[in-house]
C-alpha cells in the first residue's frame, strides 16, 4: 500500500478541532501538517475541503448471527455500518457451543468478508467457559467477557444447558470472575447486562398480567422491566468491582439513573469503569413511532432519561456508544406473538453511532466534536485494548470517518440494510460521512460501496 495525503479538512483529536493534512503510509498515520506544509510526493491526493476527518466508530456492542444467518450479518450489516461512518466492531458471541471451534471459523470467514476490522467479546454462561477463561486469552486472543445478571438462576434454561453446568448468574460469580481477569490481565474487561432480577422478573409477571395496561405499548413494556431494576443491578456492580478493584464495563445504560449514581460514585470508586449507552436510548422515547418494533433490552425509557444519558456524554460520565445492533426481519421479531409478553426484542442499527452523536450532540445540544469523538472510538478503543485503533495519532490506524456535518439523510429502505425495518424509519439525521476509511482505504464514498471487504481480525 502506497502513501495518501489527506489535505485541506478540520481534523477533530481529543482535545481540539483544527485544519490539519494528514498523511497515510501503509494503512498508518504517518504524520500530521499544517495545511499546504507536507512537501512528499504521494501515490494519491484526497481533498477533504470542508469536511471534518474523524476517527472512524468502533461499536463494542454488535449481536451478529443472533437471530439471521452469522455469515449474511457478516457480509451485508457490515456494509451497512461503513455507510454511518463505523471502522472497528466487538461482537458478542454467547452459546453452548466450545468457543475453541466456533471463534477460528468466524475469524476465517470475517477476515474474506466483512468490511470492517473486527474482535469479540465471550459471553460467559456454563461454568467450563469461565475455567476456560486462560486458554480464550492465550489461544483465541480474547480479553473481553460479558456476563448476564438479567437471567439469574435461569441460564441454563435460556440456553438449554445441562443442570449443574451453568452458572447462576448472580453478583458472586461477578466478584470471582473480576479476581480472576485481574490476576490474569490487568487490562481484561468485564461486561455486565445490568437488570435486577429481584425486581424485573416478578414486576414483568404483574405487567403481562394486568388487564388495564395496553400490552402493545411501548411504556408498558418498559413498566415490565423497570428503571429502577436497572439502576439497582448497575449499583451493585459498581459496588462489586469497587471492592475487587475490578474492571468492569455496563452495556446500554437505558435509565437516567444509571448516570446520576455513576456520576455521584465516581469520586469514591476504586476500579475502573466504563458505561456505554445506545442510538436509540438517545433519540427515541417511550411515545416513538416505531413502537414495539423498538423493544429491546433494557426497554427505551422517556425523554427525561434521554437527556440525562445526553447530560453523560457531554460530562464524561458515559463513557462509549455502542448500538445493541441485533440484525433481523419483522417476522422474527413478531414470530412468537405481537403484544408485549411475546415480541423478540432487538433490532438493527448498524452505523447509527455518529450520525445520532452530531445530528443531536452537535447540533441540537452543541457537544464538542472532540468530546463526541471520545464517545464515538477512544474510550472504547482504550477500554477493550484495541490499541492502535481510535485515535488521532501517529502510528495508529488510518480508520476514518469524514464527515459532511450538513449532509442530511431521511432513513428509508435504502438505509435499512439487509433487514426489512428500521426503528429509526423516516428521521432525519444531520451528519454522515462522505468517505469511510479503513486502515487507509477508502471504502465507502457518498453512501455507497466501493471498496471489497477488506476488514481483519484484531488479536489482543
Not at 13 to 21: G, I, N, Q, R, W
Not at 69 to 97: M, P, W
Not at 163 to 176: A, I, Q, S
Request: aromatic share 10%; hydrophobic share 35%.
Amino acid at each position: 500500500m502506497g502513501e495518501m495525503l489527506i489535505k485541506n479538512g478540520n481534523v477533530v483529536f481529543e482535545e481540539d478541532t483544527y485544519p490539519a493534512d494528514i498523511l497515510i503510509r501503509d494503512g498508518k498515520i504517518a504524520a500530521f501538517f499544517k495545511p499546504g506544509e507536507c512537501k512528499e510526493t504521494v501515490d494519491e491526493i484526497l481533498d477533504v475541503s470542508g469536511l471534518y476527518v474523524m476517527p472512524g466508530s468502533i461499536d463494542p456492542h454488535t449481536h451478529w448471527g443472533i437471530y439471521k444467518d452469522y455469515k449474511e450479518d457478516v457480509v451485508e450489516d457490515s456494509k451497512r455500518a461503513v455507510i454511518g461512518g463505523l471502522t472497528t466492531v466487538l461482537q458478542f458471541h454467547r452459546h453452548n457451543y466450545d468457543y475453541f471451534d466456533t471463534v477460528p471459523d468466524y475469524i476465517k470467514f470475517c477476515d474474506e468478508k466483512s468490511m470492517v476490522d473486527y474482535t469479540f467479546s465471550l459471553g460467559l454462561v456454563k461454568k467450563s467457559q469461565v475455567a476456560d477463561i486462560e486458554r480464550y486469552m492465550k489461544e483465541l486472543h480474547v480479553t473481553s467477557f460479558k456476563f448476564y445478571l438479567d437471567k439469574t438462576n435461569r441460564l441454563e434454561e435460556h440456553y438449554g444447558l445441562t443442570p449443574g453446568t451453568g452458572l447462576l448468574g448472580n453478583k458472586r460469580e461477578v466478584m470471582d470472575i473480576l479476581k480472576k481477569l485481574k490476576e490474569l490481565n490487568k487490562d481484561a474487561v468485564l461486561c455486565l447486562h445490568c437488570e435486577d432480577t429481584e425486581i424485573f422478573y416478578p414486576e414483568q409477571r404483574l405487567t403481562f398480567d394486568n388487564p388495564e395496561l395496553d400490552q402493545y405499548n411501548l411504556s408498558s413494556y418498559s413498566k415490565a422491566r423497570p428503571d429502577f431494576g436497572e439502576a439497582s443491578a448497575v449499583l451493585s456492580v459498581l459496588w462489586v468491582n469497587h471492592v475487587v478493584d475490578g474492571n468492569i464495563y455496563i452495556v446500554h445504560n437505558s435509565a437516567g439513573d444509571d448516570v446520576r449514581l455513576a456520576r455521584q460514585l465516581k469520586p469514591i470508586l476504586k476500579g475502573k469503569v466504563g458505561l456505554e449507552t445506545c442510538p436509540h436510548y438517545l433519540v427515541l422515547d417511550e411515545n416513538a413511532p416505531a413502537k414495539l418494533n423498538a423493544t429491546v433490552v433494557p426497554p427505551i425509557r422517556t425523554a427525561d432519561d434521554s437527556e440525562e444519558l445526553w447530560k453523560g456524554i457531554e460530562d464524561g460520565t458515559i463513557t462509549s456508544m455502542g448500538t445493541d445492533n441485533c440484525p433481523c426481519d419483522l417476522s422474527t421479531k413478531y414470530k412468537k406473538g405481537k403484544d408485549i409478553e411475546h415480541v423478540i426484542p432487538g433490532f438493527p442499527g448498524a452505523g447509527m453511532i455518529l450520525p445520532t452523536l452530531i445530528n443531536d450532540g452537535y447540533h441540537k445540544r452543541g457537544i464538542s466534536l472532540s468530546q463526541l469523538s471520545k464517545v464515538n472510538s477512544i474510550n472504547s478503543a482504550r477500554k477493550f485494548g484495541l490499541k492502535t485503533k481510535g485515535e488521532m495519532r501517529v502510528g495508529y490506524d488510518a480508520d476514518f470517518a469524514i464527515m459532511d456535518l450538513d449532509w442530511e439523510r431521511t432513513i428509508d429502505k435504502e438505509l435499512f440494510g439487509h433487514c426489512d425495518f428500521s426503528i429509526y424509519d423516516g428521521m432525519t439525521f444531520k451528519g454522515w460521512p462522505r468517505y469511510t476509511m479503513v486502515r487507509g482505504k477508502i471504502v465507502q464514498k457518498d453512501g455507497k460501496i466501493v471498496s471489497e471487504p477488506t476488514g481483519k481480525f484484531i488479536p489482543r
